[in-house]
T-cell receptor, first 113, second 115 residues
Framework: NAGVTQTPKFQVLKTGQSMTLQCAQDMNHEYMSWYRQDPGMGLRLIHY???????DQGEVPNGYNVSRSTTEDFPLRLLSAAPSQTSVYFC????????????FGPGTRLTVL | AQSVTQLDSHVSVSEGTPVLLRCNYSSSYSPSLFWYVQHPNKGLQLLLKYTSAATLVKGINGFEAEFKKSETSFHLTKPSAHMSDAAEYFC?????????????FGKGITLSVRP
């Protein structure tokens, strides 16, 4: 199993540009989520999904959209990038619930100029 | 509401000496608690997990943690530090109730290991 994969690993955007961060898992997990990691702040939940077709907001959802058309994929869209979105983004998945053990992807390092 | 406090942002030890990384939590429910480790430029990996079974939990790479309800603590320890233990460590709390249960992360502790 590949586990949780994320692409790209690095990305540089200009303010106002849009992009999609890809996340896929091959463990048949129902729950998937996106976190952002900023220095000294731990990880903060952006959006999550409890199954295909079901998504909800986390702690810091503004400026991001998600969709879940399949169990395997959970892309994160930045609609109009801002410097405040410069961060490292992690996708995670678990068997059933957000409170259960999470399996993390390797991360995407995003810089917005 | 639940929260995690990791008072130390940086801990430095010598190789071969004990490691103590402190974590205190707040939770309205009987919590589940986790420690995750993040090596430089890597994703997070589960070290160990407490879910109301034995209060002393053993994890990977010789780490263990003890759940103390009276002190609302879940400190991470290792008897002898190795250079490869240098990483960032996150204490995490979850109420594990319902489909919408979530993890709350502490701010992380950077562990440095001196030769």
């Amino acid at each position: 199993n590949a586990g949780v994969t994320q692409t790209p690993k690095f990305q540089v955007l200009k303010t106002g540009q849009s992009m999609t961060l890809q996340c896929a898992q091959d463990m048949n997990h129902e729950y998937m989520s996106w976190y952002r990691q900023d220095p000294g702040m731990g990880l903060r939940l952006i959006h999550y999904s409890v199954g295909a077709g079901i998504t909800d907001q986390g702690e810091v959802p503004n400026g991001y959209n998600v969709s879940r058309s399949t169990t395997e994929d959970f892309p994160l869209r930045l609609l109009s990038a801002a410097p405040s979105q410069t961060s490292v983004y992690f996708c995670a998945s678990s068997y059933s619930r957000g409170g259960d053990t999470q399996y993390f992807g390797p991360g995407t390092r995003l810089t917005v100029l | 509401a639940q929260s995690v406090t990791q008072l130390d942002s940086h801990v430095s030890v010598s190789e071969g000496t004990p490691v103590l990384l402190r974590c205190n939590y707040s939770s309205s429910y009987s919590p589940s608690l986790f420690w995750y480790v993040q090596h430089p430029n890597k994703g997070l990996q589960l070290l160990l997990k407490y879910t109301s079974a034995a209060t002393l939990v053993k994890g990977i790479n010789g780490f263990e943690a003890e759940f103390k309800k009276s002190e609302t603590s879940f400190h991470l320890t290792k008897p002898s530090a190795h250079m490869s233990d240098a990483a960032e460590y996150f204490c995490v709390v979850s109420d594990l109730t319902g489909a919408n249960s979530k993890l709350t992360f502490g701010k992380g502790i950077t562990l440095s290991v001196r030769p």
